[in-house]
């Protein structure tokens, strides 16, 4: 039997069953939760829509909830524009994403988008509420025109997320960003100076410039001879209702041997120039001795109100010295979550751990409630006693009374290890019946997970 001919019994099947299902033999609120329950599965979804017309709008819901484009369907996509555009107005997350490829590949995947924009003006997409970009280089989009299509279609959303963007320098990458004046959420996962050989130019004798805080001049930002003040052109505070700020991924930036100095410029512009009241959720991963001040100061700036933060530090020559020169997690005084992660893999990693120990006698929050650490076996196999003992003091300090929480989650290779000997060394925990392991093995750990 050929395809058409088992799409059309399957389709016959279910109008026959529609003939003698009346609409009226459920009622709509139990429509709606099965619908509901069913949102994660398209193909039912769908198969119900055909069976029941009145399914149909609110199976929308879930079916077109989110749209991704990529290169293996942006031409599917645009044909079915061209037969139908009613479910535009259902969609709530779109992602683009289109992998560094050669420029040919590159043009194409953007010319079609030519053609899909018209569609999106004309029927806005008024209930997109997240959008994400992934694999896509910005600066040959503005070379070539096509960013001002995405910035205009989607400035309104309040949630963005970057993830291996690249940018041509850090002006690029700040112009963008304030084109999104509504964000609530922002998650960075970039890298801001990558060149692929294969696709772009590589100008190593070009100046990527650098940001200056030039404290005498009034506090202006200068980056690469462009002075940008403090206050936006209206003097409204930038993302005033932003809660939620992810740098994920940093390491990226070493694996790639990238310049480090991306990251602590943006650092530095977020710490004059947002504000400090919204944050409630900040994540900094893979932070590097370069970036240390920069991070400071972004804390500083905005910790007043945070009740979450999850951190870590990507490279084991950092010292815990080092980092208390610049770190000061006692302005964060809501605080209820800390979360420290990648602590370490290996007994050399013990540094690290030591670093979190610091860190936790810092803590001044009356609200603290949970703790966190996600680490390899190998690390606290290898403590010593005092190392065991430091740990322990740290966490019955007074400003710790509040736990409700202490979480490990421990990665191994081999053999599941025993809790009991950590359990052990940590008796005055246990006894409150606050601690809790998780063994997870090595290989579900990954090294670029956001």
Same mark, same amino acid.
């Given at each position: 039997?050929?395809?058409?001919?088992?799409?059309?019994t399957?389709?016959?099947?279910?109008q026959?069953?529609?003939?003698?299902?009346?609409?009226?033999?459920?009622?709509?609120?139990?429509?709606?939760?099965?619908?509901?329950?069913?949102?994660?599965?398209?193909?039912?979804?769908?198969?119900?829509?055909?069976?029941?017309?009145?399914?149909?709008?609110?199976?929308?819901?879930?079916?077109?909830?989110?749209?991704?484009?990529?290169?293996?369907?942006?031409?599917?996509?645009?044909?079915?524009?061209?037969?139908?555009?009613t479910?535009?107005?259902y969609i709530?997350?779109?992602?683009?994403?289109?992998?560094?490829?050669?420029?040919?590949?590159?043009?194409?995947?953007?010319?079609?988008?030519?053609?899909?924009?018209?569609?999106?003006?004309?029927?806005?997409?008024d209930?997109?509420?997240?959008?994400?970009?992934?694999?896509?280089?910005?600066?040959?989009?503005?070379?070539?025109?096509?960013?001002?299509?995405?910035?205009?279609?989607?400035?309104?959303?309040?949630?963005?997320?970057?993830?291996?963007v690249?940018?041509?320098?850090?002006?690029?990458?700040?112009q963008?960003?304030?084109?999104?004046?509504?964000?609530?959420?922002?998650?960075?996962?970039?890298?801001?100076?990558?060149?692929?050989?294969?696709?772009?130019?590589?100008?190593?004798?070009?100046?990527?410039?650098?940001?200056?805080?030039d404290e005498?001049?009034?506090?202006?930002?200068?980056?690469?001879?462009?002075?940008?003040?403090?206050?936006c052109?209206?003097?409204?505070?930038?993302?005033?209702?932003l809660?939620t700020?992810?740098f994920?991924?940093?390491?990226?930036?070493?694996?790639?041997?990238?310049?480090?100095?991306?990251?602590?410029?943006?650092?530095?512009?977020?710490?004059?120039?947002?504000?400090?009241?919204?944050?409630?959720?900040?994540?900094?991963?893979?932070v590097?001795?370069?970036?240390? &001040?920069s991070?400071? =100061?972004?804390?500083? #700036?905005?910790?007043?109100?945070? @009740?979450? *933060?999850?951190?870590? %530090? !990507?490279?084991?020559?950092?010292?815990a010295?080092?980092?208390?020169?610049?770190?000061?997690l006692?302005?964060?005084?809501s605080?209820?979550?800390?979360?420290?992660?990648?602590?370490?893999?290996?007994?050399?990693?013990?540094?690290?751990?030591?670093?979190?120990?610091?860190?936790?006698?810092?803590?001044?929050?009356?609200?603290?409630?949970?703790?966190?650490?996600?680490?390899?076996?190998?690390?606290?196999?290898?403590?010593?006693?005092?190392?065991?003992?430091?740990?322990?003091?740290?966490?019955?300090?007074?400003?710790?009374?509040?736990?409700?929480?202490?979480?490990?989650?421990?990665?191994?290779?081999?053999?599941?290890?025993? &809790?009991?000997?950590y =359990?052990s060394?940590? #008796?005055?925990?246990?006894s409150? @019946?606050? *601690?809790?392991?998780? %063994? !997870?093995?090595?290989?579900?750990?990954?090294?670029?997970?956001?």
């Amino acid at each position: 039997m050929s395809s058409s001919s088992s799409k059309r019994t399957a389709l016959q099947a279910a109008q026959s069953v529609g003939c003698w299902l009346p609409n009226q033999i459920l009622p709509p609120e139990l429509c709606d939760i099965i619908i509901d329950f069913l949102h994660a599965d398209r193909a039912s979804l769908m198969s119900c829509s055909l069976v029941c017309k009145s399914w149909l709008p609110a199976s929308r819901l879930h079916l077109w909830d989110s749209l991704k484009l990529a290169p293996c369907n942006i031409d599917g996509f645009f044909i079915l524009l061209s037969y139908s555009s009613t479910f535009l107005p259902y969609i709530q997350n779109v992602e683009i994403e289109n992998a560094f490829t050669k420029l040919a590949h590159y043009e194409k995947f953007w010319t079609r988008w030519d053609n899909i924009i018209p569609y999106f003006s004309t029927r806005r997409l008024d209930n997109v509420s997240s959008f994400r970009l992934s694999k896509v280089s910005w600066g040959l989009l503005h070379d070539m025109k096509w960013s001002s299509s995405i910035l205009h279609t989607f400035s309104d959303v309040r949630a963005l997320h970057l993830s291996n963007v690249s940018f041509d320098n850090n002006l690029q990458v700040i112009q963008f960003l304030r084109s999104f004046p509504r964000l609530e959420d922002l998650s960075i996962a970039i890298c801001f100076s990558f060149v692929d050989d294969e696709l772009f130019l590589n100008d190593e004798d070009e100046d990527s410039g650098a940001m200056i805080i030039d404290e005498a001049d009034g506090g202006a930002v200068v980056i690469e001879d462009e002075i940008l003040p403090f206050a936006c052109a209206d003097d409204t505070p930038l993302w005033p209702s932003l809660s939620t700020l992810h740098f994920t991924q940093g390491h990226l930036f070493d694996v790639f041997g990238l310049n480090l100095s991306s990251r602590q410029e943006i650092f530095l512009w977020m710490a004059y120039f947002l504000p400090a009241p919204a944050i409630r959720d900040l994540v900094l991963y893979s932070v590097t001795t370069a970036e240390l &001040e920069s991070c400071g =100061r972004l804390l500083h #700036a905005i910790g007043g109100n945070i @009740e979450t *933060l999850t951190i870590s %530090f !990507l490279t084991i020559f950092t010292l815990a010295s080092q980092i208390s020169e610049y770190i000061d997690l006692s302005c964060l005084m809501s605080l209820r979550s800390l979360h420290f992660r990648q602590v370490g893999w290996e007994a050399c990693d013990c540094a690290k751990l030591s670093t979190a120990f610091m860190l936790l006698l810092q803590i001044r929050s009356p609200f603290i409630q949970s703790l966190s650490f996600s680490l390899g076996v190998g690390v606290l196999d290898s403590l010593s006693g005092d190392q065991w003992e430091s740990l322990a003091e740290a966490l019955v300090s007074p400003y710790l009374s509040g736990l409700q929480t202490i979480k490990f989650s421990i990665y191994y290779h081999e053999q599941v290890p025993s &809790e009991e000997l950590y =359990r052990s060394r940590l #008796a005055d925990c246990d006894s409150k @019946e606050i *601690l809790h392991f998780e %063994f !997870l093995p090595a290989q579900n750990s990954c090294l670029f997970a956001e």
